[in-house]
Nanobody
Framework: QLQASGGGMVQAGGSLRLSCALS????????MAWFRQDPGKERELVAT???????YYVDSVKGRFTISRDNAKNTGYLQMSNLKPEDTAVYYC???????????????????WGRGTLVTVSS
């Protein structure tokens, strides 16, 4: 089970850190990822971190977001800096048994999902 937390409201240029706690399995054995979704839009990948610790970011967040994990705490993180109003969305954490990037770019590549946490960035 995945449990995401850390969302909230922040002004443009601010920072937030999202957390994703995993229970029942070892996070180190899985790829973990963060997706986000605006109402009426498809869920889109933000960043993914494979079990070999290779990270992938979509272009819109490169240089501003950092995905990481703490295996001892079985928790993943998304550090978001220099937030923009267009980052406003519900953010979801997910995990996958796959390490193939072409599969991991899409939500169908993930077997486990947490509930979303809302991030609102005001201008």
């Amino acid at each position: 089970q995945l449990q995401a937390s850390g969302g909230g409201m922040v002004q443009a240029g601010g920072s937030l850190r999202l957390s994703c706690a995993l229970s029942g399995r070892s996070l180190s054995s899985y790829t973990m990822a963060w997706f986000r979704q605006d109402p009426g839009k498809e869920r889109e990948l933000v960043a993914t971190l494979r079990s070999n610790n290779i990270a992938y970011y979509v272009d819109s967040v490169k240089g501003r977001f950092t995905i990481s994990r703490d295996n001892a705490k079985n928790t993943g993180y998304l550090q978001m800096s220099n937030l923009k109003p267009e980052d406003t969305a519900v953010y979801y954490c997910a995990s996958s048994r796959s390490v193939i990037l072409s599969e991991l770019r899409y939500s169908r590549g993930y077997q486990y999902w947490g509930r979303g946490t809302l991030v609102t960035v005001s201008s």
